[in-house]
């Protein structure tokens, strides 16, 4: 099984094809042939998790599945480009992946030898309502501390709805610069010690990628 993820940049016009592919869609891309796993998610700055971070010209859609050239191909992603002024394709090989996202564990881990280049994490959780406030006040510093955090290329917010279901993704120009964020910088690790002890996610998950098509990103190097 392979990993894409599309983040779509649109005009405002086309703002409302988002919103209702968001509403109509998730069943489309499901039926692409071979397609195992499918999301369509908003985007934002993830500052806060609330729908204030939206940023409704960018959309992202991820897919897991066993043909990346009849995801590319499909008239679903064709109506996508056509609307799009900027297209990114992210060809993603899984190496870890711990925990669900909808009570499914979508990633398969790649065999392949890993590259030693940039990194990409995903992060996705859905928010118990009973620990709504304790998580979106813990949130501020964290993100604050990202966003200054050495090694970091890139990163967004990412969501299956405005608020209760979000994630990250983010690029990182090494392993070594992902998990010093995670596991050395305080603010996340206060977070990862909060979620234990708060229960904040009836269901979470955490990945990590190698970006495979790194020359279609010669930022990142």
């Known amino acids: 099984m392979n990993t894409v ?5 649109v005009k ?11 509403a109509i869609g998730r069943g489309v891309a499901r039926k692409i042939p071979g397609v195992a796993f499918a999301k369509l998610m908003g985007t ?3 500052k806060s998790f609330t ?3 939206a940023d409704l010209k960018q959309w992202a859609i991820l897919f897991v599945g066993s043909d990346l050239g ?16 900027i297209t990114d394709r992210y060809i993603l090989n899984p190496v870890s992946s711990h925990g ?3 009570k499914k564990k979508p990633f398969h881990i790649s065999d392949q030898p890993r590259t030693g280049g940039p990194v990409i994490a995903i992060t996705r959780a859905r928010l118990k309502w009973s620990q709504a406030l304790r998580f979106w006040r813990s949130i501020p510093p964290v993100v604050e501390d990202l966003h200054q955090a050495p090694g970091l290329i890139f990163s967004i917010g990412i969501g299956e709805a405005p608020i209760g279901l ?5 690029i990182w120009r090494s392993e070594t610069a992902l998990r010093d964020f995670a596991y050395k910088n305080a603010p996340h690790r206060v977070a990862i010690e909060d979620t234990k002890k708060f229960n904040w996610y009836s269901e979470e998950l955490f990945a990590r990628f190698d970006l495979a098509n790194t020359a279609d990103f010669p930022h990142v190097h």
């Open 5 to 9: 993820l599309y983040l779509f940049k």
């Open 12 to 22: 405002r016009l086309h703002i409302p094809f988002a919103f209702l592919q968001m």
């Open 100 to 102: 669900e996202w909808s």
């Open 70 to 85: 009849k995801i590319d191909t499909s008239r679903f992603i064709a109506r996508w480009k056509k609307r799009a002024v």
């Open 166 to 170: 979000q994630g990250t993704f983010s």
């Open 44 to 46: 934002g700055t993830g």
């Open 51 to 53: 729908p204030a971070d």
